[in-house]
């Protein structure tokens, strides 16, 4: 890895694939397409692009059932264990609908409402994650949205992989359809026959679930559009350099344009850590993925203290962060932009990828400056609550009808004041 | 207004004004030329469109002072009162950071934070509104956004109008930009010499302005594109049709395209109301646009109870709601879906508008359904935090790298395991 020092504004930005018009085009075609002929076009595109020939888009309980039944034992209590940990830690951010009453009896407030459905999308083959299943619907579930569905992509068998199947029985998903591309994001936009319409989508795909997730977009709500992953290290000598490499290559693994990063005022932890991170490349079984992104997008940056050194961690504004330093605490005390922030050396990335319950979905490509992990309020709306009393009204209507008019808005004024008259 | 029972699905929805590819082409040529020429394309558009040659950009002391000099005192003192009773309001909103140790002692939470920097778009011309600088304003100010900018394009005179310029001092911007259109937009996103790049731009538009919003999303945050506005009434015979009819009024004088619809089981109240409006509607300063939209999108819906009037509301999802019924509060324990509910006679829409405290800035076109009003978590992330301890380590490391091999990531795996062999 390349062991530098900070010499410029330092960036996590990598060009986000944002597709061809020829992309474009198709995407825009098969949703027209789903919207004209419904389940007709999610068959044809299924056999198509997937190459499964599908009577009945839904999975039934049989093959849920069958699903379980060749799943590793073992690997269900895991999977339920871990959402339970992601259910306790997002039910903390579940608020409630709130009011307060002024000093002239108005009564304000915000109404929390569930949204009524949402819609995970679930990637196929290599990337069919059992965690992502978790990590989408539990939010959902939490806020109290009452109908969720999935979509993925059958296999050539007509068939979804068994621990997808499994992750969304234990996650609550009540329906699953074998739909995946552009057109199960269409599906599940405006409705088909089999499938009825949801409020949001959310989850991660290829670039034609992108591009289909940016066009229906304002008919429903979607996620953010995930770039590829990232993690910073902000470490000291007190850390382990095994660790640290271990760590970086966890994330570069994931994909070629991967961005492992360690920051650290110590130039014998920053030589120490490359040389760790090429001895654990070696016969990793993604190794070239691993290197390729260590490679183009890793680096090592040895700062003049440890306070440049979070300068730097704020300015890259990481996916994920990890802090492994003497009084980590006090050091994320001057963190402002982080996905998600794991503290000491027993907080490895992967725990919070699977187990420890806070959110996978993460904001990449500097996007922590402004953006949140997938939470619990991503699936509820806050109504504002306005019930005005008869004297906070008689007390204010002057200045409402004033305001209306330095605006032009004369309707607006009339409002207010027929109110006023009315009761004379 | 058309009074008519239900019968098929409603919708609020209205089509979006999404450009043309001619815009969309000049929108992305003005970016792309504000992104390399900084200041000089700046003040180039602002004399091309604007007809404004400006030496700064930047709106001095003086300016403001002169302003203030110009301006009714009256309003000055409204204003203010505004702006304390919307910061009163959106105060309430704000979370602190909290975390909980588990009984492995694990700590996991969220970690609250402000986003650096704001931007506010404030179009010119009539539709250049100082509620909505206070509207836009004051949730950044609540999160605790510490530097917050205004752009709103001047008119020939290099001038910005007065309340817009002392709403912005009242809610305490800081940096003021004579600068509008879609090089606003790139500035804010991108800086120049004069104006430092955001992290999150909010604010109406036109066109121009809504197509550059989109282009720059990614790069920064942006609100939601807002489309016209909307009112339904929800009422029974307890309300008066004179009351109804102005506050239908009031959103209809706002465009063409503005919606306004009553939703009631009474025949009597439809009759007595639409003839309510006809009789307001002559005579409005803007009597030939309010009436454009109530031909056009207004509404009267006569249902078979209550019940069916709450399931038209919901299914319209509207911007603003007005509950005018007996036994109010226990009828929007119902409403699902709604930007802000005003409760009882006297919380007519305007009162909203301009001066109870909730925002102004709420979710149109049906999106109600999965959004909310701008609000103060718009302007702060939520980083996760997890410092797993040893215990919890101990307990759970095998589970994480059983889970991680099940999904092929192997480097994640041994991210977990090397802490294990560290310890021996």
């Given at each position: 890895?390349?062991?530098?020092?900070?010499?410029?504004?330092?960036?996590?930005?990598?060009?986000?694939?944002?597709?061809?018009?020829?992309?474009?085009?198709?995407?825009?075609?098969?949703?027209?397409?789903?919207?004209?002929?419904?389940?007709?076009?999610?068959?044809?595109?299924?056999?198509?692009?997937?190459?499964?020939?599908?009577?009945?888009l839904q999975v039934t309980?049989?093959?849920?059932?069958?699903?379980?039944?060749?799943?590793?034992?073992?690997?269900?209590?895991?999977?339920?264990?871990?959402?339970?940990?992601?259910?306790?830690?997002?039910?903390?951010?579940?608020?409630?609908?709130?009011?307060?009453?002024?000093?002239?009896?108005?009564?304000?407030?915000?109404?929390?409402?569930?949204?009524?459905s949402a819609g995970v999308?679930?990637?196929?083959?290599?990337?069919?994650?059992?965690?992502?299943?978790?990590?989408?619907?539990?939010?959902?579930?939490?806020?109290?949205?009452?109908r969720i569905v999935m979509v993925?992509?059958?296999?050539?068998?007509?068939?979804?992989?068994?621990?997808?199947?499994?992750?969304a029985?234990?996650?609550g998903v009540q329906e699953i359809y074998?739909?995946?591309?552009?057109?199960?994001?269409?599906?599940l936009?405006?409705?088909?026959?089999s499938i009825k319409?949801v409020?949001?989508?959310?989850?991660?795909?290829?670039?034609?679930?992108?591009?289909?997730?940016?066009?229906?977009?304002?008919?429903?709500?979607?996620?953010?559009?995930?770039?590829?992953?990232?993690?910073?290290?902000?470490?000291?000598?007190?850390?382990?350099?095994?660790?640290?490499?271990?760590?970086?290559?966890?994330?570069?693994?994931?994909?070629?344009?991967?961005?492992?990063?360690?920051?650290?005022?110590?130039?014998?932890?920053?030589?120490?850590?490359?040389?760790?991170?090429?001895?654990?490349?070696?016969?990793?079984?993604?190794?070239?993925?691993?290197?390729?992104?260590?490679?183009?997008?890793?680096?090592?940056?040895?700062?003049?203290?440890?306070?440049?050194?979070?300068?730097?961690?704020?300015?890259?504004?990481?996916?994920?962060?990890?802090?492994?330093?003497?009084?980590?605490?006090?050091?994320?005390?001057?963190?402002?932009?982080?996905?998600?922030?794991?503290?000491?050396?027993?907080?490895?990335?992967?725990?919070?990828?699977?187990?420890?319950?806070?959110?996978?979905?993460?904001?990449?490509?500097?996007?922590?400056?402004?953006?949140?992990?997938?939470?619990?309020?991503?699936?509820?709306?806050?109504?504002?609550?306005?019930?005005?009393?008869?004297?906070?009204?008689?007390?204010?209507?002057?200045?409402?009808?004033?305001?209306?008019?330095?605006?032009?808005?004369?309707?607006?004024?009339?409002?207010?004041?027929?109110?006023?008259?009315?009761?004379?």
């Amino acid at each position: 890895m390349k062991i530098q020092s900070v010499t410029k504004e330092l960036s996590l930005k990598r060009s986000v694939d944002s597709g061809t018009d020829e992309q474009r085009i198709v995407v825009q075609h098969i949703i027209q397409t789903v919207q004209s002929q419904g389940d007709d076009a999610l068959r044809t595109y299924t056999k198509q692009f997937d190459g499964a020939e599908l009577e009945s888009l839904q999975v039934t309980q049989e093959e849920i059932d069958e699903a379980y039944s060749e799943f590793p034992e073992q690997m269900i209590k895991v999977i339920k264990e871990a959402r339970d940990n992601i259910f306790t830690f997002h039910q903390k951010q579940l608020r409630e609908t709130w009011t307060y009453t002024d000093s002239n009896g108005s009564v304000l407030g915000q109404k929390m409402t569930p949204l009524d459905s949402a819609g995970v999308y679930v990637p196929g083959g290599t990337a069919a994650y059992p965690s992502s299943v978790l990590m989408n619907v539990m939010p959902a579930k939490v806020a109290g949205v009452e109908r969720i569905v999935m979509v993925s992509p059958p296999g050539p068998d007509g068939r979804l992989p068994a621990g997808v199947l499994v992750a969304a029985e234990i996650a609550g998903v009540q329906e699953i359809y074998k739909v995946g591309g552009a057109q199960a994001i269409a599906a599940l936009a405006y409705g088909t026959e089999s499938i009825k319409p949801v409020d949001k989508i959310t989850g991660p795909g290829n670039i034609y679930v992108a591009l289909a997730k940016r066009e229906v977009f304002g008919d429903v709500d979607i996620d953010m559009i995930a770039g590829p992953s990232e993690i910073a290290v902000l470490a000291d000598e007190s850390a382990r350099p095994a660790e640290i490499a271990a760590d970086l290559l966890s994330q570069a693994e994931h994909d070629t344009r991967a961005s492992s990063v360690l920051v650290t005022p110590s130039r014998t932890l920053a030589e120490e850590t490359a040389a760790e991170v090429e001895k654990q490349l070696a016969g990793l079984p993604r190794e070239a993925i691993a290197r390729q992104a260590i490679d183009s997008y890793g680096a090592i940056y040895v700062t003049k203290n440890m306070k440049e050194a979070v300068g730097v961690i704020n300015q890259l504004a990481p996916e994920h962060l990890e802090v492994m330093t003497e009084n980590a605490m006090d050091i994320v005390e001057d963190i402002r932009h982080a996905g998600a922030i794991f503290v000491g050396r027993f907080s490895s990335e992967p725990i919070g990828d699977y187990f420890a319950g806070p959110n996978h979905v993460l904001p990449t490509n500097g996007t922590a400056r402004f953006s949140s992990p997938l939470n619990v309020d991503d699936f509820m709306k806050k109504s504002s609550l306005i019930m005005y009393s008869e004297q906070a009204f008689r007390e204010n209507a002057e200045k409402v009808a004033a305001f209306a008019r330095l605006e032009g808005l004369e309707a607006h004024a009339r409002a207010v004041e027929i109110r006023k008259e009315n009761d004379q």
